[in-house]
């Protein structure tokens, strides 16, 4: 194995996140360091491919400190990645209730404590999904600046995984109240679990970015000194 698969195969390893755009990272960096070796034996032709291979691994620095910043480019995708599909189902989510509950409605009006807890919810979703679209011009604005961008990756975890547990307890709450014939906190569990799969996908966006921000060893969570790529859809 050369110096510089060896290199890469290590940095592979200690990377985790958007598979996608950590492909195309590893690729960037292999053929980063092979055009490095390729200048070094055109300055010095008398040095082995083997050598040259080496200066271009050392000169690109120890996995151990170049890791951290490539993972924070990762987190900034992450990160990017969840606000988006918040920010999109998070106004479905109260379009569609809205209307199933449109449709179910037998003309009972709910009590003043179903009103003000459905009255809350949908202020709670429109707020969540607002802040979801600003995060989403911040990342921006934190991947052109090079900003440290673990701060803002956290905030995004967290709002999502609160947003999630925020959805689910009021559902529960609404549908063990509802004016058209209460159920118990069993039915409302039973009843639920159709919902389960987009909860849990929503859930597992929260907390995938909260992991990719842990401190993984030497250099972790240091400023990345390189702008990171603009995150797209």
Same mark, same amino acid.
């Given at each position: 194995?050369?110096?510089?698969?060896?290199?890469?195969?290590?940095?592979?390893?200690?990377?985790?996140?958007?598979?996608?755009?950590?492909?195309?990272?590893?690729?960037?960096?292999?053929?980063?360091?092979?055009?490095?070796?390729?200048?070094?034996?055109?300055?010095?032709?008398?040095?082995?491919?083997?050598?040259?291979?080496?200066?271009?691994?050392?000169?690109?620095?120890?996995?151990?400190?170049?890791?951290?910043?490539?993972q924070s480019e990762l987190a900034v995708a992450q990160a990017w990645r969840t606000a988006w599909v918040f920010a999109i189902a998070l106004p479905l989510v109260m379009t569609v209730t809205t209307l199933m509950w449109r449709a179910g409605s037998t003309g009972v009006s709910p009590s003043p404590a179903y009103h003000d807890l459905a009255h809350a919810t949908d202020v709670f979703l429109i707020a969540a999904s607002v802040g979801f679209a600003?995060?989403?011009?911040?990342?921006?604005?934190?991947?052109?600046?090079?900003?440290?961008?673990?701060?803002?990756?956290?905030?995004?975890?967290?709002?999502?995984?609160?947003?999630? @547990? +925020?959805?689910?307890?009021?559902? #529960?709450?609404? !549908?063990? %109240?509802?004016?058209? &014939?209460?159920? =118990?906190?069993?039915? $409302?569990?039973?009843?639920?679990?159709?919902?389960?799969?987009?909860?849990?996908?929503?859930?597992? @966006? +929260?907390?995938?970015?909260?992991? #990719?921000?842990? !401190?993984? %060893?030497?250099?972790? &969570?240091?400023? =990345?000194?390189?702008? $990171?790529?603009?995150?797209?859809?």
């Amino acid at each position: 194995m050369t110096a510089i698969d060896s290199y890469v195969r290590e940095l592979d390893r200690r990377l985790h996140g958007p598979r996608r755009r950590k492909a195309d990272m590893i690729v960037e960096v292999r053929d980063g360091l092979r055009d490095a070796a390729d200048a070094v034996r055109a300055e010095s032709p008398d040095v082995s491919a083997a050598e040259a291979e080496r200066q271009a691994v050392e000169e690109f620095g120890p996995v151990p400190a170049v890791a951290p910043e490539f993972q924070s480019e990762l987190a900034v995708a992450q990160a990017w990645r969840t606000a988006w599909v918040f920010a999109i189902a998070l106004p479905l989510v109260m379009t569609v209730t809205t209307l199933m509950w449109r449709a179910g409605s037998t003309g009972v009006s709910p009590s003043p404590a179903y009103h003000d807890l459905a009255h809350a919810t949908d202020v709670f979703l429109i707020a969540a999904s607002v802040g979801f679209a600003v995060a989403l011009l911040l990342l921006h604005v934190v991947a052109r600046r090079a900003a440290s961008p673990v701060l803002l990756v956290r905030i995004v975890g967290v709002a999502a995984v609160t947003t999630v @547990l +925020g959805m689910m307890g009021s559902g #529960l709450f609404l !549908t063990m %109240g509802a004016p058209t &014939g209460g159920t =118990s906190l069993w039915g $409302a569990l039973v009843g639920g679990l159709p919902t389960l799969p987009g909860y849990a996908l929503l859930l597992y @966006l +929260g907390v995938r970015c909260l992991r #990719l921000t842990r !401190t993984r %060893g030497p250099g972790a &969570g240091r400023p =990345s000194r390189r702008p $990171a790529p603009v995150p797209s859809a």
